[in-house]
């Protein structure tokens, strides 16, 4: 059984940028699955940012992030990516890096359908 770690936050002003990694160790389970980036705010329901569906690369995102995150893995090295430009205070939360044990249907997929997660990395964006 693989873990995931998490890497890469911290805090910024708005309009920053900030790149979350995740690496995946001890399992190939960043490799041919539906690999997502969820996020939680204190006191916020638990959300879905953005979806790698794994073969096509077809990536996804929530709206409040469209056009301003981009998901993405490497290959080579096995890691999951997030690149977060045009940062808003309402992104601040905790990242986590997720990914599920199928490579179909990747945006219906709910939290609990993602058995693989990391242990979160904080964002926080200050005004």
């Known amino acids: 059984q693989g873990q995931l770690v998490e890497s890469g936050g911290g805090s910024v002003q708005a309009g920053g940028s900030l790149r979350l990694s995740c690496a995946a160790s001890g399992g190939d389970i960043l490799k041919d699955r539906c690999m997502s980036w969820f996020r939680q705010a204190p006191g916020k329901e638990r959300e879905r940012v953005a979806t790698?569906?794994?073969?096509?690369?077809?990536?996804d995102y929530a709206d409040p992030v469209k056009g301003r995150f981009t998901i993405s893995h490497d290959n080579a090295k096995n890691t999951l990516s997030l690149q977060m430009n045009s940062l808003k205070p309402e992104d601040t939360a905790m990242y986590y890096c997720?990914?599920?044990?199928?490579?179909?249907?990747?945006?219906?997929?709910?939290?609990?359908?993602?058995?693989?997660r990391g242990q979160g990395t904080q964002v926080t964006v200050s005004s």
């Open positions: 997720t990914a599920a044990t199928i490579s179909w249907s990747c945006g219906g997929l709910l939290w609990k359908q993602y058995p693989h």
């Open positions: 790698l569906y794994p073969i096509t690369g077809v990536t």
